[in-house]
């Protein structure tokens, strides 16, 4: 019983940290996206963004993304916002106006 409890309590936060590290899905970017961008918003040497992130980037909702640039959560999964904000113009995209 205790055994089956502790079983249950690992696999809940072996699959949070998952969560936390790479199921992740944001604004029709999915993870390979997510990842390939990463090395270009993240601090302290963020590198030009590949061909592979920029396609990710084309099939993103920008406006969604405009929508996290004050929040807490890109920086929690260790995205610079102001740098997230620069990318889609270093992919010769335009992020919305109102952003
Ligand atoms: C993009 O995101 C915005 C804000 O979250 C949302 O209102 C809009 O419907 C989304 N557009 C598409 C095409 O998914």
């Known amino acids: 019983m205790e055994t089956g409890k502790l079983v249950v309590l690992g696999l809940v936060m072996a699959g949070l940290m998952l969560e936390g590290s790479r199921a992740i899905s944001l604004c029709d970017m999915n993870d390979e996206g997510i990842e390939a961008c990463k090395p270009s918003v993240t601090q302290p040497n963020p590198v030009d963004p590949t061909p592979v992130c920029c396609e990710a980037l084309k099939g993103a909702n920008l406006s ?14 260790g995205i610079d916002p102001a740098l997230a904000m620069a990318l889609p113009a270093k992919c010769n995209l335009d992020m919305p106006p109102d952003c």
């Open 64 to 77: 969604c993304l405009c929508s996290y640039k004050n929040s807490m959560w890109l920086p929690s999964l």
